[in-house]
Antibody, heavy 115, light 112 residues
Framework: EVKLVESGGGLVQPGGSLRLSCAASGFTFDNFWMHWVRQAPGKGLMWVSRIKGDGGMTEYADSVKGRFTISRDNAKNTLYLQMNSLRAEDTAVYFC????????WGHGTLVTVSS | DVVLTQSPLSLPVTLGQPASVPCRSSQSLVHSDGNTYLNWFQQRPGQSPRRLIYMVSNRDSGVPDRFSGSGSGTVFTLNISRVEAEDAAVYYCMQGTHRPLTFGGGTKVEIK
């Protein structure tokens, strides 16, 4: 069974940093692109970033480029999102999801950026 | 970026009646490989999104057959043949043909 479990969310001040993790199981992790998608409170879904199976290619939404870094540890079957220079508008539930077809999602982890 | 427009924002439906959720793209979603990467997701309150349909019309395992997807090019539709109470949710279309991936704004299906 495919499982994706996010962690690392919490309350952080504007300008602060946070690292999210997504533990994957039930599939061959390094065979798949992995994505982060976020959802601000009461709003729709927004794609954030993606990383190739071998970690050799990454892409970002313009709104997070230069502030967020996606990475993965294939030995640990874990996806990461390092978020720096956080802003109030980054407040959202962050989901990890497998491949661009997004057939599998985690439960999400809430990031709140507020003073 | 490709803009996916979902209108209306809210769709009141009667139990047992059909419903259609439209999604319009700002450009063709036909990929250079010939496939069209348009998916539909259901999100119930407090839950993660769940994929219902991939590549326009392929129903995911476990999805009731009252759900179907259709369309081509820039116009797509999620159809529910007979709405049940559990179908009350927000439905999102998403395109994976062009980068960056983009989602529609969602249509909330509400039971009258």
């Amino acid at each position: 069974e495919v499982k994706l479990v996010e962690s690392g969310g919490g309350l952080v001040q504007p300008g602060g940093s946070l690292r999210l993790s997504c533990a994957a199981s039930g599939f061959t992790f390094d065979n798949f692109w992995m994505h982060w998608v976020r959802q601000a409170p009461g709003k729709g879904l927004m794609w954030v970033s993606r990383i190739k199976g071998d970690g050799g290619m990454t892409e970002y939404a313009d709104s997070v480029k230069g502030r967020f870094t996606i990475s993965r540890d294939n030995a640990k079957n874990t996806l990461y999102l390092q978020m720096n220079s956080l802003r109030a508008e980054d407040t959202a539930v962050y989901f990890c999801t497998r491949s661009s077809t997004m057939g599998y999602w985690g439960h999400g982890t809430l990031v709140t950026v507020s003073s | 970026d490709v803009v996916l427009t979902q209108s209306p924002l809210s769709l009141p439906v009667t139990l047992g009646q059909p419903a259609s959720v439209p999604c319009r793209s700002s450009q063709s979603l036909v990929h250079s490989d010939g496939n069209t990467y348009l998916n539909w997701f259901q999100q119930r309150p407090g839950q993660s999104p769940r994929r219902l349909i991939y590549m326009v019309s392929n129903r995911d395992s476990g999805v009731p057959d009252r759900f179907s997807g259709s369309g081509s090019g820039t116009v797509f539709t999620l159809n529910i043949s007979r709405v049940e109470a559990e179908d009350a949710a927000v439905y999102y279309c998403m395109q994976g043909t062009h980068r960056p991936l983009t989602f529609g704004g969602g249509t909330k299906v509400e039971i009258k």
